[in-house]
């Protein structure tokens, strides 16, 4: 059973290796740092391909009735049975997200070596040592209690192959020493929990139910209890937000000297504006489409010059749905907005959010007319500007 302990060392090493790959940046700068593991990137997230490696205690229940009745039929009863049935496995996985709540997996999958000891009449004895390898194919369901935490379950079909070895004075009662390798198709299930580092990076706590078959066809499950870590391909770099070039407007005349004026003092301002939702998102999601970003866009252009002391993105919606799910669908969404913004280059420090559900209407809800004009982001930016009075 030495390969697959080594073989699991060299994965844990990896992950190791991934981990301090990801964490080096952060002794060399900090605030750009905070902006590149900004969650500013969920249409690549829910979309991404991914790939990720486990390691755990595999701990098999194998039923030894068929074996039993095979030596009983040889006029040999089982009068006892050991088994050494825990050991370490190991799995590698390569996965397509489809959007936030579900992905499909294929992986390989070594859960390890058992063995046991049938004992008969007269001291003898039948000893079995079996491995079990195989390849599989899940439906993963994601369920998120947070932007970072998640928890998963899944469920699939996997094919275990079975290689098999017995020693012993009692081996024409079930087979010869090295039978045929055995493998069958069967059901997997799992559940677990996902921490995400990065939008990039997540670790993954798991346990999961193989069903198995050995060389003498005797049933059993190996259950697996691992920790993975998960990377996915091809994350955006972040863009920096470019303002507008300046207009260039003609130099005016030379000025005829006047009395000396006080120096232009800042003026406190404010810039509001209200975003119907259609233009911002599609039918009840929270991410900024195309049209949207250029409304946003628009709007950060008109920010130039102002020393912004706090912005705040308030989401509403119209009354159709639950409460809870209209507030949840607002703040959502307001957090939308603002992960675009820090994107663009906004300091998310100032940068606040809330969601309203349909607690603050500014039109009837008795009405599609009203109901949209109830579905809005509204973005209030309060700072001061240099103005001459």
């Not at 079990?132 to 899944?154: H, I, K």
């Not at 770099?237 to 120096?263: L, N, S, T």
Request: glycine share 8%.
């Amino acid at each position: 059973m030495n390969t697959p302990k080594t073989l699991a060392a060299s994965i844990a090493l990896a992950c190791a290796t991934i981990m301090s790959a990801h964490a080096a940046p952060q002794d060399t700068t900090t605030q750009p740092v905070q902006a590149d593991s900004a969650f500013v990137n969920p249409d690549w997230a829910n979309s991404a391909w991914y790939m990720g490696a486990g390691v755990g205690r595999t701990r098999a229940k194998i039923y030894n009735n068929d074996l039993a009745r095979r030596m009983s039929g040889a006029g040999l009863p089982l009068t006892g049975f050991n088994a050494d049935n825990k050991d370490t496995g190991y799995k590698l996985f390569l996965g397509k997200q489809f959007n936030r709540y579900f992905a499909v997996e294929a992986g390989y999958f070594d859960l390890g070596e058992f063995s046991f000891d049938a004992m008969t009449t007269n001291n003898r004895m039948l000893h079995g040592e079996t491995k079990f390898r195989g390849v599989n194919l899940d439906l993963v369901g994601q369920l998120p209690l947070s932007e970072r935490f998640s928890l998963l379950a899944r469920a699939g079909v996997q094919y275990a192959r079975a290689t098999t070895h017995y020693s012993g004075n009692v081996l024409n009662a079930v087979s010869g020493p090295n039978p045929p390798h055995e493998g069958r198709r069967h059901a997997k299930l799992g559940l677990g929990a996902e921490y995400k580092f990065t939008e990039a990076l997540a670790l993954r706590a798991e346990i999961e139910r193989y069903r198995v078959t050995d060389a003498v066809q005797n049933n059993g499950d190996v259950h697996m209890t691992s920790l993975s870590l998960v990377y996915k391909f091809g994350r955006p770099a972040k863009a920096a937000y470019v303002p507008p070039a300046p207009v260039e407007v003609a130099p005016a005349p030379a000025p005829v000297a006047e009395p000396a004026q006080p120096a232009p003092q800042p003026v406190p301002t404010s810039e509001k504006v209200s975003i119907a939702a259609e233009a911002l998102f599609d039918f009840d999601k929270a991410i900024v489409k195309p049209e949207g970003r250029a409304a946003l866009d628009e709007f950060m252009s008109k920010l130039e010059g102002l020393n912004t002391e706090v912005m705040i993105a308030v989401g509403h919606t119209d009354s159709v749905g639950t409460d809870a799910y209209n507030q949840k669908l607002s703040l959502r969404r307001a957090e939308a907005v603002k992960a675009y913004m820090v994107s663009k280059g906004l300091d998310p420090a100032r940068l606040y959010t809330e969601g309203k559900g349909e607690s603050q209407p500014v039109a009837d809800n008795a009405t599609a007319e009203g109901r949209a004009k109830n579905r809005r982001v509204t973005i209030e930016v309060v700072g001061t500007r240099t103005v001459n009075k």
